[in-house]
């Protein structure tokens, strides 16, 4: 049923916590109709009241990191399920005290007035797709960690370790491990352990991220944003899931802010400085268009010298020129796929040729030295 068809006679405020929820259920004129406040395990008890209310309702729950077993069952107690932008409402309201029914009044009101910022709801498809791809980088994170643990512990002893994959560090271990003394081969070996396990498991999981983003819904966004030097498959599956459909951003600057990309702006003594990223939007978002982007630079001359030019503004901190070149990236991929043309790379940098180069002269100054 469309919104502008619908006249709504009970707008319910949801205020989320881990253990309780206040629900605040007001008529079209902002009268109060019911309050609820109740333990999160009581689901029958918060249908029930849900059903109560004048229909049709429609219902606003604030957003917060857990709130996708509520809008799954109580989706169906409603007739209408959105949920309410936290950041955009916080800004709204001030600085004021928090206080649970006060908040989730305030969005029950602001529902009836049609002047509550609302967020996007994923589907099932989008959200189980969005489910593997951050299952993927939470494996990734442990496998780095895993993996900067094993270099300072050979940097500590003052060696050259392997690759640092699964097999290449079983076979250092076997061959070179006596160097090492005992503690630090013990815990050595338990980090070749964790990384051998997460590729073990990050294997059928690749599988299952492609199978998925193959369906004739992803395909094509995804066979776009692959254009992109740097964006692979496992990238493009994780940033069209997370993003969604593109149109329902504006424009760029909207898409930029959704993801936690835009600086947040500091006021003081009548001067606003730009500071850190917001981070309000998906961390497996930023963390796929940060690496992308860095990937990207590699391969493009012109983005690397951007890089490189926002490397030395930031007083050679490459974590935040890296952040840029991610915000960057996020606005390029809109302009993608708002015209529908696929990205249209600068001058290759050669660095696998570089690099290849590189490697022959030495290879070759071996083999003299050798000969000699």
């Not at 004129?29 to 029958?44: F, H, S, V, Y």
């Not at 007035?113 to 993927?136: S, T, V």
């Not at 640092?164 to 560090?169: I, N, Q």
């Not at 050679?316 to 796929?337: D, E, P, Q, S």
Request: aromatic share 6%; charged share 25%; proline share 5%.
């Amino acid at each position: 049923m469309s919104e502008t068809i619908v006249a709504y006679q009970s707008f319910v405020g949801v205020d989320l916590h881990k253990t309780t929820v206040t629900l605040v259920a007001v008529a079209p004129d902002g009268a109060t109709i019911a309050q609820l406040t109740i333990n999160t395990k009581c689901r029958e008890k918060i249908a029930a009241w849900l059903l109560a209310l004048p229909r049709p309702s429609r219902l606003a729950v604030e957003a917060v990191g857990f709130v996708e077993w509520f809008i799954e069952c109580f989706r169906p107690r409603v007739d209408r399920i959105d949920i309410a932008d936290a950041t955009e409402l916080a800004n709204r309201r001030g600085k004021r005290r928090k206080r649970d029914p006060g908040d989730a009044r305030d969005v029950a009101l602001r529902l009836a007035r049609g002047e509550c910022p609302l967020g996007y709801i994923a589907d099932d498809e989008l959200m189980q797709l969005r489910k593997l791809g951050r299952h993927w980088r939470q494996l990734s994170t442990v496998q780095a960690r895993a993996k900067q643990c094993m270099k300072s512990m050979l940097l500590a002893a003052n060696l050259r370790g392997p690759k640092f994959d699964g097999a290449s560090a079983q076979r250092w271990l076997l061959a070179h491990g006596h160097l090492l003394k005992p503690a630090q081969r013990r815990a050595f070996a338990n980090f070749t352990h964790v990384v051998q396990l997460i590729e073990l498991q990050r294997q059928p999981l690749r599988f299952a991220i492609i199978e998925a983003c193959r369906s004739e819904r992803f395909a094509p966004l995804t066979k776009l944003l692959r254009s992109v030097p740097g964006i692979g498959e496992i990238w493009s599956c994780i940033i069209a899931a997370e993003i969604g459909p593109f149109d329902r951003f504006p424009n760029a600057d909207a898409l930029e802010f959704w993801a936690g990309l835009t600086s947040d702006l500091k006021e003081s003594a009548g001067r606003t400085q730009p500071g850190p990223i917001t981070k309000a939007g998906s961390r497996t978002l930023r963390w796929a268009l940060c690496n992308a982007a860095v990937t990207l630079c590699q391969s493009d001359a012109k983005q690397e010298a951007i890089r490189q030019r926002l490397i030395r503004k930031t007083g050679g901190i490459k974590g935040k020129a890296n952040t840029a070149m991610g915000r960057r990236l996020v606005r390029i991929l809109y302009a993608m796929v708002r015209d529908g043309k696929p990205y249209q790379a600068g001058p290759s940098r050669r660095r696998n040729a570089a690099a290849n180069k590189a490697r022959a002269a030495k290879i070759a100054r071996k083999t003299r030295k050798e000969a000699a």
